[in-house]
């Protein structure tokens, strides 16, 4: 029975566009996550004195520790995007064509 | 060979991971009783232990002991998920790292960190729309039950005994430390907390002593850090110059140091953590506790929101403790300063709590030391004794005939074994230096769950076999990786060299459990194999919106 329910919301194109735009949304934000860290750990493994500089002549403020810091801040602002974006629009859509799929098999 | 390997454990000193649980580098001095310490602790057991007794009121069926009834709002989570994810090590580990080894400490830290927005992107959603009380709900959704739901109940009940093996040791020692009782007392009241917490509470009581810690732990710490940096009146640079004015690594301090010289090490460490965290059963089931998929997403932005937070707070507290507590002769044996500290390189926060607030705060820290290993060994008996009861009593051996009664019945039982295993394996290790097995506890996360569990959610072609295939490979090499490495192979056997040259396995196991995962799929042309990938379909239309999805209405 669910599984009618299923194929009609597959079938639906709204459905498809929703997964294709909330993928590429989640994949794009988590390579860039990886990428940025990765880096980062290249940099930590390759070049450690470059993390240990001052990011300007006598700054206390590392490259290490403001490039850390704007890791932790950013990645969490990223989350909050993904979620503003992900409970409000996606789900909306998603919401919508799970009614749509229910609604047309009551008799 | 494992058995062997772990009871002629030795001791040894190896310090300098993240991982290491506080007192595992071998036996501490017992210090005198603590009765501000123990006053506050008796008042948070006494608050859980009301929470548990409402909490027994209210566990009534298997969804309510396992995912407290699907009824955990998203903030709830997150604090819960906060509590659940940092342990006892992160207060007293991280802090001394950043003490003794500066920004190597913030590196761990961001490492910690990173797997979070990973989690929410590829993996929240999904969790919750497949999952109902266990991950393997979702990694044998639509392939052989009995066979997969078997591998994912081992390779959890390995790394929840690792973990809970590390969590214990490192209670009794802090406790002998912190509280001055008995090393065995300590051990035996943490076990018997833990069971009364999950065997009556179930996963209500469970959520709400990590809510309780992890506030009592965001509270203490900032705390601390904030009196400490008013002394450097709240001035980053004023604190920082100071710092390095005076540590022995000068400005370097915030310069990676050889922890994290070699390109393989690193990345295999951050990769450990990173995909660890999102293979952790206890922190996975903590996804089945919530209404639907927004308050899922919720429970990640609130909770890497709190954890992100507080590895800043670390940082400014290990800063500030160079300064504070590394000055201070009081604080160190003999009143040498430079010298060992009192209790142990893991104490140094807490000599920055007692420096900047006194013995109140001293013993306020402490409690919250003690009641982050409760939350913490409680997640795990939790999610150990749900892969005991729901998915090998009850889908294995009794084929998903079980009644809701027997497998809650099951479940409290295996609870009691868990907890007396756990006790008993506390005391066996008391001397022994286990910090290699929380490593090998995120090592097989990252190698045998994570990949399994990724795969059954993005890859059709995955099937039965090649599930199998992936996650006993990706088992047995991060055993295998971390038997040969220097922390067992060298430091626990006492072999001359390791066989393996790295200490972090996820780098070379997790590949393994990936590519076998792939290969057999690719070769199985069974005829279950094309059902098995026809059943994604309608995975990933309830993967993708819910519907069909264990509801907190459903139960």
Same mark, same amino acid.
């Given at each position: 029975?669910?599984?009618?329910?299923?194929?009609?919301?597959?079938?639906?194109?709204?459905?498809?566009?929703?997964?294709?735009?909330?993928?590429?949304?989640?994949?794009?934000?988590?390579?860039?996550?990886?990428?940025?860290?990765?880096?980062?750990?290249?940099?930590?493994?390759?070049?450690?004195?470059?993390?240990?500089?001052?990011?300007?002549?006598?700054?206390?403020?590392?490259?290490?520790?403001?490039?850390?810091?704007?890791?932790?801040?950013?990645?969490?602002?990223?989350?909050?995007?993904?979620?503003?974006?992900?409970?409000?629009?996606?789900?909306?859509?998603?919401?919508?064509?799970?009614?749509?799929?229910?609604?047309?098999?009551?008799? | 060979?494992?058995?062997?390997?772990?009871?002629?454990?030795?001791?040894?000193?190896?310090?300098?991971?993240?991982?290491?649980?506080?007192?595992?580098?071998?036996?501490?001095?017992?210090?005198?009783?603590?009765?501000?310490?123990?006053?506050?602790?008796?008042?948070?057991?006494?608050?859980?232990?009301?929470?548990?007794?409402?909490?027994?009121?209210?566990?009534?069926?298997?969804?309510?002991?396992?995912?407290?009834?699907?009824?955990?709002?998203?903030?709830?989570?997150?604090?819960?998920?906060?509590?659940?994810?940092?342990?006892?090590?992160?207060?007293?580990?991280?802090?001394?790292?950043?003490?003794?080894?500066?920004?190597?400490?913030?590196?761990?830290?961001?490492?910690?960190?990173?797997?979070?927005?990973?989690?929410?992107?590829?993996?929240?959603?999904?969790?919750?729309?497949?999952?109902?009380?266990?991950?393997?709900?979702?990694?044998?959704?639509?392939?052989?039950?009995?066979?997969?739901?078997?591998?994912?109940?081992?390779?959890?009940?390995?790394?929840?005994?690792?973990?809970?093996?590390?969590?214990?040791?490192?209670?009794?020692?802090?406790?002998?430390?912190?509280?001055?009782?008995?090393?065995?007392?300590?051990?035996?009241?943490?076990?018997?907390?833990?069971?009364?917490?999950?065997?009556?509470?179930?996963?209500?009581?469970?959520?709400?002593?990590?809510?309780?810690?992890?506030?009592?732990?965001?509270?203490?710490?900032?705390?601390?850090?904030?009196?400490?940096?008013?002394?450097?009146?709240?001035?980053?640079?004023?604190?920082?110059?100071?710092?390095?004015?005076?540590?022995?690594?000068?400005?370097?301090?915030?310069?990676?140091?050889?922890?994290?010289?070699?390109?393989?090490?690193?990345?295999?460490?951050?990769?450990?953590?990173?995909?660890?965290?999102?293979?952790?059963?206890?922190?996975?089931?903590?996804?089945?506790?919530?209404?639907?998929?927004?308050?899922?997403?919720?429970?990640?932005?609130?909770?890497?929101?709190?954890?992100?937070?507080?590895?800043?707070?670390?940082?400014?507290?290990?800063?500030?403790?160079?300064?504070?507590?590394?000055?201070?002769?009081?604080?160190?044996?003999?009143?040498?300063?430079?010298?060992?500290?009192?209790?142990?390189?893991?104490?140094?926060?807490?000599?920055?709590?007692?420096?900047?607030?006194?013995?109140?705060?001293?013993?306020?820290?402490?409690?919250?030391?003690?009641?982050?290993?409760?939350?913490?060994?409680?997640?795990?008996?939790? @999610?150990?004794?749900? *892969?005991?009861?729901?998915?090998?009593?009850?889908?294995?051996?009794?084929? !998903? &005939? =079980? #009644?809701? +009664? /027997?497998?809650?019945?099951?479940?409290?039982?295996?609870?009691?074994?868990?907890?007396?295993?756990?006790?008993?394996?506390?005391?066996?290790?008391?001397?022994?230096?286990?910090?290699?097995?929380?490593?090998?506890?995120?090592?097989?996360?990252?190698?045998?769950?994570?990949?399994?569990?990724?795969?059954?959610?993005?890859?059709?072609?995955?099937?039965?076999?090649?599930?199998?295939?992936?996650?006993?490979?990706?088992?047995?090499?991060?055993?295998?990786?971390?038997?040969?490495?220097?922390?067992?192979?060298?430091?626990?056997?006492?072999?001359?060299?390791?066989?393996?040259?790295?200490?972090?396995?996820?780098?070379?196991?997790?590949?393994?459990?990936?590519?076998?995962?792939?290969?057999?799929?690719?070769?199985?042309?069974?005829?279950?194999?094309? @059902?098995?990938?026809? *059943?994604?379909?309608?995975?990933?239309?309830?993967?993708?919106?819910?519907? !069909? &999805? =264990? #509801?907190? +209405? /459903?139960?």
């Amino acid at each position: 029975m669910s599984s009618a329910v299923y194929a009609r919301i597959r079938e639906n194109p709204k459905f498809q566009e929703l997964v294709a735009r909330r993928s590429r949304y989640s994949w794009f934000l988590s390579i860039l996550v990886v990428a940025v860290f990765y880096g980062f750990v290249l940099v930590v493994a390759f070049d450690p004195k470059l993390i240990g500089a001052p990011i300007a002549e006598g700054s206390m403020w590392t490259v290490g520790i403001a490039f850390g810091l704007c890791m932790f801040v950013g990645f969490w602002l990223l989350t909050a995007l993904y979620v503003h974006k992900a409970n409000g629009e996606f789900d909306a859509i998603s919401q919508e064509v799970v009614r749509a799929a229910w609604k047309e098999g009551q008799p | 060979m494992m058995r062997r390997a772990l009871l002629s454990l030795t001791l040894l000193g190896l310090s300098g991971l993240a991982y290491a649980k506080p007192g595992l580098e071998g036996a501490v001095e017992k210090q005198p009783l603590n009765l501000h310490a123990i006053a506050m602790f008796l008042v948070f057991v006494v608050l859980t232990m009301g929470i548990t007794y409402w909490a027994a009121s209210r566990t009534k069926s298997a969804a309510d002991f396992y995912t407290a009834g699907g009824g955990i709002t998203g903030f709830q989570n997150g604090l819960a998920i906060a509590g659940d994810y940092m342990s006892a090590a992160t207060l007293l580990g991280l802090t001394a790292m950043v003490y003794t080894k500066g920004y190597d400490g913030y590196i761990y830290m961001l490492a910690f960190f990173v797997g979070w927005p990973c989690i929410l992107f590829l993996m929240a959603d999904r969790l919750r729309n497949l999952g109902k009380f266990t991950f393997a709900d979702i990694t044998a959704y639509r392939l052989n039950q009995g066979k997969v739901r078997t591998m994912a109940a081992v390779s959890s009940l390995t790394v929840v005994c690792f973990y809970l093996i590390a969590q214990m040791v490192g209670a009794g020692q802090l406790i002998k430390l912190l509280f001055g009782l008995d090393y065995n007392v300590a051990v035996v009241v943490v076990g018997a907390l833990m069971m009364i917490y999950v065997t009556f509470g179930g996963m209500i009581a469970t959520t709400w002593v990590q809510i309780i810690k992890a506030v009592m732990l965001l509270t203490g710490g900032t705390l601390v850090m904030l009196l400490a940096f008013t002394q450097f009146d709240f001035s980053y640079t004023k604190l920082v110059k100071a710092a390095t004015d005076l540590h022995a690594n000068g400005f370097a301090l915030l310069t990676p140091g050889n922890l994290l010289s070699d390109p393989v090490t690193a990345i295999s460490l951050c990769m450990g953590l990173m995909f660890g965290t999102a293979g952790l059963p206890h922190i996975l089931m903590r996804f089945f506790t919530v209404t639907d998929a927004k308050e899922a997403r919720k429970s990640v932005l609130y909770a890497s929101g709190f954890v992100g937070y507080f590895f800043n707070v670390i940082f400014l507290m290990g800063l500030a403790a160079i300064l504070i507590v590394g000055q201070n002769p009081q604080f160190f044996e003999g009143g040498v300063v430079g010298g060992k500290l009192i209790g142990g390189g893991n104490m140094v926060v807490m000599h920055l709590a007692q420096a900047v607030g006194g013995n109140m705060l001293l013993g306020f820290l402490a409690a919250v030391a003690f009641a982050t290993i409760l939350a913490v060994v409680s997640g795990l008996a939790l @999610a150990g004794a749900s *892969a005991i009861s729901h998915d090998l009593y009850a889908r294995v051996i009794k084929k !998903g &005939a =079980a #009644t809701e +009664a /027997a497998e809650m019945r099951v479940s409290k039982i295996a609870t009691i074994v868990l907890g007396i295993v756990a006790i008993g394996l506390g005391i066996l290790f008391e001397n022994q230096n286990v910090a290699f097995m929380v490593g090998l506890a995120f090592g097989i996360a990252a190698a045998a769950n994570f990949p399994v569990l990724i795969l059954s959610m993005y890859w059709q072609g995955l099937t039965t076999r090649g599930a199998l295939a992936g996650g006993y490979a990706g088992l047995i090499s991060a055993v295998l990786l971390v038997v040969c490495s220097k922390s067992v192979w060298v430091a626990v056997l006492g072999n001359p060299a390791p066989l393996f040259p790295y200490e972090q396995p996820a780098i070379f196991a997790m590949p393994i459990a990936f590519l076998a995962a792939w290969l057999v799929s690719k070769l199985d042309g069974s005829a279950q194999a094309r @059902a098995e990938m026809e *059943a994604f379909e309608d995975q990933f239309v309830r993967a993708q919106t819910g519907y !069909g &999805a =264990a #509801t907190a +209405a /459903a139960h």
